[in-house]
């Protein structure tokens, strides 16, 4: 989850955490301060000339009450429909370097974007159930059913159901119509708080949702913790006894060092790691660490199944290279389409990372360029004339597409039927010898790839030092990890056409390891042609610029995930390797929509350590959180590439 907030220049960590969880955790601080600054200047606006904010404590039906901001158009003249954000990140307003509450401060912006403080809307936030300055209990991804809930403790639905009621009696010049939206943790909140609706709500969006922590968003992928995400969150994420505005500000974790490479490799075991957080900050922390296995703690937390009853229309988002949801947004489309029939029910996916549709241009990431202004394109074209649709019955200039994609690599949006495309058809790249990765499956008997794996020693995910979650890895240049003898890499001969890949990527892997246990990353690469045009650079004066990077050859990462192998058959019932015994593991890398460009290369790397991204295995079978440092040994593992085991990327293909 790398839980994160949205708006003014936020420090990487603040930022991280805005959009995570809502606009993530700190995405909701920042959120708080203006949504959608990214946008316009503050300057050339002023909230205060055209909106009148109120503050109400609105009763749910256990007594709790929930702080909720209301900002109301000054024009009585007609009538507007609510368009509501629910938080953990606070309701409050971001103002002279500190967090506020109170009628006085206003934001510089409400809402998505400009277009909808101009079209008019009564703008509503609210912190969710003990959170800031609510009543009750708060509870990492409130569980839907629970047999026994604690005082305070709600449902996120009922409490949405009770503050809709009380808006519609309460708010005058409402036109009965109620949208809710959020990125990151107000995506979860957005998507729980729309089973069994009230009727008023009539359009929702989930973006960037949490759907399942353990199943591939913010806590685990396929079984391995996301070390580096979750500290730097959860050490400023903290609980405090609420009602309460603090904390005034989000507070980053102190390192001691440019990189967390180095800071998690000294401590190298997760016991060791959490020792260096303080009680607070290990409170929330810990629970994602010990539950190491999809048990009744995240089942519980899973809002997939109950994702039932849904009356509104509902326009889910994603982005191709969001660190910290990249599965919520297919879960929660998924799940709906499944479950309610007959609703609008609509997936928007882009090129983007946690919440990057809701500010600044989307024209690229990183070193990597998209040819366009994606967010803008969907701010604009997308998610206005949805919700304008919905609530005010706006006919949209072009009806919204069941799914709307940007296709990376080719860089065009499409517009699908159903996801994946009907026109996909899977297909399977195989490992070859030296390094060679086709469409045909390998001929000689008893050929494999080795290399020895040392925890000590791990594969960064990165080349570079930083700490948190550089959000630019999603398409880092793997070159440095190419050269490492710890990393295989199979390459494809140069395209002669394009190939286009949309769907779920599988890697189908037969693979033996000294110990008893090992983590297989497996990334899919797109490896550009050795003439390259250069990236635009900047060079002033006369003296030796620093060296920039050269394009031909790159190596942007398409997708990548791990696989703890010890959950090769079950994410409940984690099995040890028998040591040089050959076993099959198949498991979903996650979903692309990516064209390798004629010219191009395919490219996948398989290695055992993707640090710190991810946690150590020790590759000793082993409760990993109790794993002590004399546990972590080296191991020697080896990918088998033979016609009884052949192993591969299953990929879904376009014609």
Same mark, same amino acid.
Do not use: C
């Given at each position: 989850m790398m839980r994160r907030p949205l708006s003014r220049p936020l420090s990487l960590l603040a930022l991280s955490m805005a959009l995570a969880f809502g606009p993530g955790p700190m995405l909701a601080a920042t959120l708080a301060s203006s949504e959608s600054a990214a946008d316009a200047p503050a300057a050339r606006r002023n909230l205060r000339e055209t909106y009148t904010k109120y503050e109400y404590r609105i009763p749910m039906?256990?007594?709790?009450?929930?702080?909720?901001?209301?900002?109301?158009?000054? &024009?009585?003249?007609?009538?507007?429909?609510?368009?509501?954000?629910?938080?953990?990140?606070?309701? @409050?307003?971001?103002?002279?370097?500190?967090?506020?509450? @109170? *009628? &006085?401060?206003?934001p510089g912006s409400i809402g998505p974007s400009p277009e909808f403080e101009d079209a008019g809307y009564i703008f509503v936030k609210q912190d969710v159930r003990g959170r800031y300055m609510s009543? #009750?209990?708060?509870?990492?991804? %409130?569980?839907?059913?629970?047999?026994?809930?604690?005082?305070?403790?709600?449902?996120?639905?009922?409490?949405?159901? &009770? %503050?809709?009621?009380?808006?519609?009696?309460?708010?005058?010049?409402?036109?009965?119509?109620?949208?809710?939206?959020?990125?990151?943790?107000?995506g979860f909140y957005t998507a729980a708080s729309i089973i069994d609706s009230h009727p008023a709500i009539r359009a929702a969006s989930p973006q960037a949702p949490i759907a399942d922590l353990y199943l591939g968003d913010d806590s685990y992928h396929g079984g391995a913790f996301m070390l580096a995400a979750n500290f730097d969150f959860y050490a400023a994420f903290t609980e405090a006894p609420n009602p309460t505005p603090l904390p005034k500000s989000w507070a980053g974790f102190e390192y001691g060092t440019t990189s967390a490479y180095d800071f998690f490799l000294e401590r190298l075991s997760l016991s060791n790691i959490a020792a260096s957080?303080?009680?607070?900050?290990?409170?929330?922390?810990?629970?994602?660490?010990?539950?190491? %296995?999809?048990?009744?703690?995240?089942?519980?937390?899973?809002?997939?199944?109950?994702?039932?009853?849904?009356?509104?229309? *509902?326009?889910?988002?994603?982005?191709w290279f969001d660190a910290e949801d990249p599965q919520g947004p297919f879960t929660t489309y998924g799940a709906i389409e499944k479950q309610n029939p007959g609703i609008v029910n609509s997936l928007v996916m882009g090129p983007w990372v946690h919440g990057g549709w809701a500010r600044g241009e989307g024209a690229r990431l990183g070193h990597v360029n998209f040819d366009s202004k994606t967010s803008e394109y969907f701010r604009k074209e997308l998610q206005f004339p949805f919700f304008e649709q919905h609530l005010k019955g706006v006919k949209p200039a072009a009806a919204l597409a069941e799914v709307t994609a940007f296709e990376t690599g080719s860089n065009v949006w499409r517009r699908y039927s159903a996801w994946p495309p009907v026109q996909a058809k899977a297909r399977t790249l195989y490992f070859g010898a030296d390094g060679k990765l086709g469409w045909t499956q390998p001929a000689v008997a008893g050929a494999f790839d080795e290399y020895v794996a040392d925890p000590r020693k791990p594969v960064p995910y990165i080349g570079y030092p930083a700490t948190g979650v550089p959000q630019e890895y999603m398409v880092s240049d793997q070159r440095f990890a190419a050269t490492r003898p710890d990393v295989l890499v199979y390459q494809s001969a140069v395209l002669e056409d394009d190939v286009t890949i949309a769907g779920p990527v599988v890697p189908k892997l037969f693979v033996s390891t000294s110990g008893t246990d090992a983590d297989w990353v497996v990334k899919l690469i797109d490896v550009y042609p050795a003439a390259y045009p250069k990236a635009p650079g900047e060079h002033k004066g006369g003296d030796i610029a620093a060296p920039g990077v050269e394009m031909g050859g790159f190596q942007q990462l398409?997708? #990548?995930?791990?696989?703890?192998?010890?959950?090769?058959?079950?994410?409940?019932?984690?099995?040890?390797?028998?040591?040089?015994?050959?076993?099959?593991?198949?498991?979903?890398?996650?979903?692309?929509?990516?064209?390798?460009?004629?010219?191009?290369?395919?490219? *996948?790397?398989?290695?055992?350590?993707?640090?710190?991204?991810?946690?150590?295995?020790?590759?000793?079978?082993?409760?990993?959180?109790?794993?002590k440092p004399e546990d972590f040994v080296k191991a020697t593992q080896r990918v088998y590439r033979a016609p009884a085991t052949p192993s591969g990327l299953q990929v879904m293909v376009l014609p």
């Open positions: 039906r256990d007594g709790v009450k929930l702080f909720t901001t209301v900002y109301v158009p000054k &024009d009585g003249a007609r009538s507007y429909p609510f368009l509501m954000q629910r938080t953990p990140y606070s309701a @409050g307003v971001q103002a002279e370097g500190e967090l506020r509450y @109170g *009628v &006085d401060w206003m009543e #009750g209990k708060w509870q990492e991804m %409130t569980p839907h059913a629970q047999a026994k809930r604690a005082a305070g403790e709600g449902i996120e639905s009922q409490d949405m159901h &009770d %503050t809709v009621a009380w808006l519609l009696k309460n708010v005058p010049n409402n036109n009965g119509k109620v949208g809710i939206y959020g990125i990151s943790y107000p957080m303080s009680e607070q900050q290990r409170a929330l922390f810990l629970p994602n660490v010990e539950h190491d %296995t999809y048990d009744a703690y995240w089942k519980a937390r899973a809002i997939a199944p109950h994702l039932k009853n849904v009356k509104a229309a *509902v326009l889910a988002v994603g982005g398409v997708r #990548g995930n791990p696989l703890r192998g010890k959950f090769r058959n079950s994410y409940e019932k984690p099995e040890p390797f028998t040591p040089n015994k050959v076993e099959a593991l198949s498991y979903e890398l996650g979903q692309v929509n990516h064209t390798f460009r004629r010219g191009h290369r395919i490219m *996948v790397q398989v290695q055992s350590s993707w640090f710190p991204l991810v946690d150590l295995n020790p590759q000793t079978f082993i409760h990993i959180p109790k794993a």
